[in-house]
């Protein structure tokens, strides 16, 4: 029984046998419930729903074959070699009202003004939906034209 006592008293040793002491160093982080970022203003009334962005996705997929036709006017009046392909990125800014009220080229790998002004038309003629605030996005058209 000494034995069996002896072991307890020395793990109990071992283990430190006492409550551990809290962290003071002050290492976490603190968060001030009362702070704010300067700016009270809520712009929840003002965000896009979902739906709505994917509204205008949908939209801009379904004008794909007709945007395709501007780089068949542009291979047929020869500002562009047969067999041309490439990719168009556009930056649009749609208004509240639903009318794309800028269009922009970010990026082609297709050297043509013709082609552009086309692409940039067809996406003016879109009738987009009405939403709370202007959004802006990007979209890439890809272009191959049939030899």
Do not use: H, W
């Not at 041309?84 to 003004?113: C, D, F, Q």
């Amino acid at each position: 029984m000494s034995k069996t006592l002896f072991i307890v008293v020395v793990a109990l040793c071992a283990c430190g046998g006492g409550k551990k002491k809290e962290d003071t160093t002050g290492g976490g982080v603190t968060i001030d419930p009362n702070a704010t970022s300067g700016d009270t203003t809520d712009r929840s009334g003002s965000m896009i729903p979902p739906e709505k962005m994917d509204e205008i996705t949908r939209l801009l997929d379904r004008k794909r074959p007709t945007v395709s036709r501007c780089l068949t006017m542009v291979v047929d009046n020869q500002e562009l070699p047969k067999g041309s392909r490439g990719k168009m990125t556009l930056g649009i800014t749609i208004s509240p009202s639903g009318k794309a009220s800028k269009v922009a080229v970010i990026k082609s790998t297709l050297e043509s003004k013709k082609l552009e002004e086309c692409v940039i038309g067809k996406i003016n003629e879109i009738d987009f939906p009405q939403i709370p605030s202007q959004y802006e996005t990007t979209y890439a058209y890809a272009f191959e034209a049939i030899q």
